[in-house]
């Protein structure tokens, strides 16, 4: 927190926000929740295949070496890409 209030760099996670313009708040303002599951390999799955996802997007911020390539995660990421892209336009609200 401090090196996001003083704009420091030394932290990955600080220069992040700064860099993504990033608002700091209470968690339950700031952040959704994508799954909701118990421990376990689905939880653990869901929780790699995020991270993977997030990688690829260069959205990660940690130690990128420790994403393996995935042919599933990869399949299931471009196939969500073509989708986005062949998707009729929602109306408005």
């Given at each position: 927190m401090r090196e996001f209030k003083?704009?420091?760099n030394r932290s990955?996670?600080?220069?992040h926000l700064i860099d993504n313009k990033y608002a700091i708040g209470n968690m339950e303002d700031i952040m959704e929740v994508i799954h909701v599951k118990?421990?376990?390999k689905m939880l653990d799955t869901l929780e790699g295949f995020?991270?993977?996802k997030e990688t690829k997007a260069s959205n990660?911020?940690?130690?990128?070496?420790?994403?393996?390539?995935n042919t599933v995660f990869e399949t299931i990421v471009q196939e969500d890409s073509y989708r986005r892209s062949t998707a009729?336009?929602?109306p408005n609200s």
């Open positions: 003083y704009n420091n990955k996670f600080a220069q118990k421990k376990g995020h991270i993977y990660q911020i940690n130690d990128k070496l420790t994403v393996r390539e009729p336009p929602q």
